[in-house]
Structure formats: structure tokens, C-alpha cells
């Protein structure tokens, strides 16, 4: 169990705000100490091409404090995720070092507090994600497309990239119209979203290396209890 109040919320100014979205970007480097924990990311099972590692943990929300939950089948119907809608999916949880760091736990009180409702006796979802790319497979954030997550609320937070250009995160009204807010996110970046009223999608980007590159975000999302699982 983790008191927030014990731990200092990352400083974030906000560079966009609309009653859908806000985009912010954490002005301070507390970010950086947690890179070093996208080094042992297990393969996504889930993808035979093998260029997404994965990880996954959820924490329920209560009285300003967070505790971890068990492990859970993720869920999702096929009308928003063409891809996996309608198939469970298991992922290994964050490592005990990354769910206890102060930098951690201070961005999820930073998502927390500028939720536009309050997450209290709710689930917060931590995905954390690497995409890698090279000369011969590009980058593919989101394979499955323009979807939701079917969750509440959604930020995109992204961590560390290297070697990659192009990706373009993008959120829409629907699937069949044109987005209406997109951009490259830059490293210490944080898009927050309604996940009930838009959809979202991010381009697939290239390496600009003969070495490859990589993309190292979370995703964290508010849900209720029994949201998403299965």
C-alpha cells in the first residue's frame, strides 16, 4: 500500500486544455530514474512479430492511498478493439522496484489529481510499454487501430525514445472522421483524455538508425472495479 501524501506530485505545466483532452508536460527530470526499467520488458505474447515488451499492474484507489491488485485477464469488446476485442489477455506485472520508486508513485498522483473526477474506490491500470523498430519492421504503437480502451479516463505518458520519427498520436470523435486534435508527443509528455467520449490511435513511426529505435511510455487509465477484466 502506498500513501500519496508521503510523496511529492511531479511538477507538470499544462500546454493544452479543452473539456476532452489535456496535454501537459513534466517540467521537472523525475521521469528519468525510471528508464532504466524498460531494460527487462518480457515480450508481448500477444503479437507473433515480437516488436512490442509489455507489462501491466493495477492499483485500487482509496482514502489517498494506492494498493496493488491481483493480476487479471485484460478485456475488451470487439466493437472498439478490432485486433483483441473478445480475447483475453495476461501480462507480467511492473517490477516491485518501479511500483515502490517516489518518481512512480508521484505520476500517478500528478494523473490523479487532474482527473476531472475523482478516482476515489477505483482502479487505476498501468501499462508500461516498449515498442521497438528497425530497418525492416517499423514501429507499430497501435496495431489494432483507431480504438478505445473502454475505460474512463486515458493518459499517455511518454518516458524515453531513441532513433524513431514519424509517430503521431492522434484522438477522435469517431472512427470514420478525421481526428481532431493530433501530434508528436515529446519525451516527458502527458495526454490525458475522456476514453468514454473519443477514440485515439498513434501513427506508426521509422527508425532513423541503422541501430533501431525504441519507444518507452505508460499508459494509465481510471476505470471502475470490475472494468475490463475478465
Not at 472498439?80 to 489477455?89: T, V
Request: net charge negative.
Amino acid at each position: 500500500m502506498f500513501d500519496l501524501d508521503s510523496v511529492a506530485e511531479l511538477d507538470a505545466k499544462v500546454d493544452y486544455s479543452c473539456n476532452t483532452h489535456k496535454l501537459m508536460t513534466i517540467t521537472n527530470e523525475k521521469l528519468n530514474p525510471l528508464r532504466p526499467y524498460w531494460g527487462d520488458m518480457p515480450q508481448d505474447p500477444y503479437l507473433v512479430e515480437g516488436y512490442r515488451q509489455r507489462r501491466l499492474s493495477r492499483f485500487y484507489y482509496q482514502n489517498g492511498q494506492l494498493s496493488s491488485l491481483l493480476s487479471v485477464a485484460v478485456f475488451q469488446s470487439e466493437k472498439n478493439n478490432q485486433l483483441f476485442g473478445g480475447l483475453s489477455r495476461q501480462f507480467a506485472e511492473l517490477s516491485f522496484e518501479i511500483k515502490t520508486h517516489s518518481s512512480f508513485i508521484g505520476l500517478l498522483k500528478l494523473f490523479i489529481s487532474h482527473l476531472p473526477e475523482s478516482a476515489e474506490e477505483k482502479v487505476i491500470w498501468v501499462h508500461q510499454i516498449r515498442i521497438n523498430a528497425s530497418l525492416s519492421l517499423h514501429g507499430k504503437p497501435v496495431p489494432e487501430g483507431i480504438h478505445r480502451d473502454e475505460r474512463l479516463y486515458v493518459a499517455i505518458v511518454v518516458v524515453n525514445k531513441q532513433g524513431i520519427a514519424g509517430e503521431q498520436t492522434q484522438l477522435f470523435n469517431s472512427k470514420e472522421e478525421a481526428p481532431i486534435w493530433q501530434q508528436t508527443l515529446a519525451v516527458n509528455q502527458l495526454l490525458l483524455f475522456n476514453d468514454q467520449q473519443l477514440y485515439h490511435n498513434t501513427t506508426d513511426f521509422l527508425t532513423i538508425s541503422p541501430e533501431g529505435g525504441y519507444r518507452d511510455i505508460f499508459i494509465l487509465a481510471l476505470s471502475d472495479l470490475d472494468e475490463g477484466v475478465q
